[in-house]
């Protein structure tokens, strides 16, 4: 946990990363280590590891009051691990809502590599507790995108089994990737590196994060950021996109020339660090100048709705003229619906976002004093 809220509430609120490297030795043991190393020794056989797969990650909340942090962290994934604790009921509310969400984003993806991960089982009494608990993981992800999924007891203080979960994610299958078209990063972080009190002449500019999504990106490209500078006049929304050039790119500590898809990416722009500092841009969509899709403050979404929201009893029952919340990408956005008709609604949102026709939105409701996951939308078009 690395910012002062989360220390003090002992949670995780903000999206994390990761990057990691996995090695394999002659004998099939996995290990993990940090991105930034070359080589490993295996600890159980003392011979030497062969690199075999770099993965990112992207850690989510748990909390169910910060779902729309899951879902946008979500949509920039190409799989997922299921975090379950071994010495509670499965499923939790949060669990099963965390589900529900990637089964409708579905990450963008036909098909979704995903594991589940019972973790915590040294702090699990006795062998048929743990067992029983894996019979409840088994039943609960019957019949969902998760159905068959392999499913790893592990503890991670003692690192036990951990090497079968580097196991499984060393041979995924590596995901298709477009290196031809226009480049398009959704943003998942921004900041300012500056100390403060720094000298005019060693002032950096903006930093913005994320995962590219199709094409390339190399230093001295020309970029664009939609929607960028959102202002709002009477009740009329401007904007204004961001354009500069990208000046470093890097993953972790390592510098790189040219960047692809897969992995989280930092770029360093010649933006005005104030533009990018507490996470500004989260939302907004990067790429090269005069490539991006439009700009909209109106949407009209076909809509598919659960049937109850989940973990409760509660009825999911049909949207009116209210005032909602979309996960549009990484962005949550407030959005106020002034039209209904069979399976469409028509919004208004709160601010601009920057999306294409026939992409996925989650849609939540406030429901007892939280927002609650209650389905999604498809966006068929909008102004």
């Known amino acids: 946990m690395r910012f002062k809220q989360e220390q003090e509430r002992n949670l995780t609120i903000k999206l994390g990363y990761a990057n990691a490297k996995i090695f394999k030795c002659n004998n099939n043991h996995y290990r993990s280590g940090s991105s930034s190393l070359d080589d490993m020794v295996c600890d159980t056989c003392c011979t030497p590891m062969t690199l075999v797969r770099h993965v990112s990650f992207v850690d989510t909340p748990g909390h169910e009051v910060l779902m729309a942090t899951m879902i946008n962290g979500a949509s920039i994934m190409d799989g997922a691990l299921l975090l379950v604790a071994a010495n509670e009921t499965c499923p939790q509310p949060q669990t099963a809502e965390h589900l529900c969400a990637i089964e409708i984003m579905k990450m963008g993806k036909s098909s979704l590599p995903m594991a589940i991960i019972q973790n915590k089982i040294d702090v699990v009494r006795g062998r048929d507790n743990a067992q029983k608990n894996y019979k409840e993981i088994q039943e609960f992800i019957k019949g969902t995108i998760a159905d068959k999924s392999p499913i790893f007891p592990i503890s991670a203080q003692m690192s036990y089994n951990t090497d079968m979960v580097c196991r499984y994610l060393a041979n995924l299958p590596v995901p298709d990737r477009d290196l031809v078209s226009n480049p398009s990063m959704t943003i998942i972080r921004s900041f300012d590196i500056n100390k403060p009190g720094c000298d005019i002449e060693t002032l950096k500019g903006g930093v913005v994060g994320g995962s590219l999504s199709k094409g390339l990106l190399s230093i001295g490209d020309e970029f664009e950021i939609r929607p960028g500078m959102v202002r709002r006049v009477g ?36 933006l005005d660090p ?16 005069g490539t991006l899709p439009d700009v909209y403050t109106k949407l009209e979404l076909q809509i598919f709705l659960l049937k109850r929201v989940l973990g409760t009893r509660i009825k999911v029952v049909p949207l009116s003229k209210e005032t909602v919340t979309l996960n549009v990408g990484t962005m949550t956005v407030g959005a106020k619906i002034y039209k209904t008709k069979a399976d469409m609604v028509r ?5 601009p976002v920057c999306v294409s026709p026939n992409d996925k939105v989650a849609i939540s409701r406030r429901i007892e004093g939280q927002w609650r996951l209650i389905g999604w ?3 068929l078009s909008g102004k």
Not at 235 to 243: D, F, G, V
Not at 259 to 269: H, S
Not at 347 to 351: A, C, E, M, R
């Open 235 to 270: 009740n009329e929304y401007t904007y204004q996109p961001l354009c500069g050039k990208i000046v470093s790119l890097y993953t972790e500590q390592n510098v790189l020339e040219t960047a692809g898809p897969g992995g989280l990416i930092g770029i360093g722009t010649t």
């Open 347 to 351: 919004l208004s949102l709160v601010q």
């Open 274 to 289: 104030g533009v990018c500092k507490s996470d500004y841009l989260v939302g907004h969509v990067f790429g090269l100048a």
């Open 377 to 379: 939308g498809k966006i």
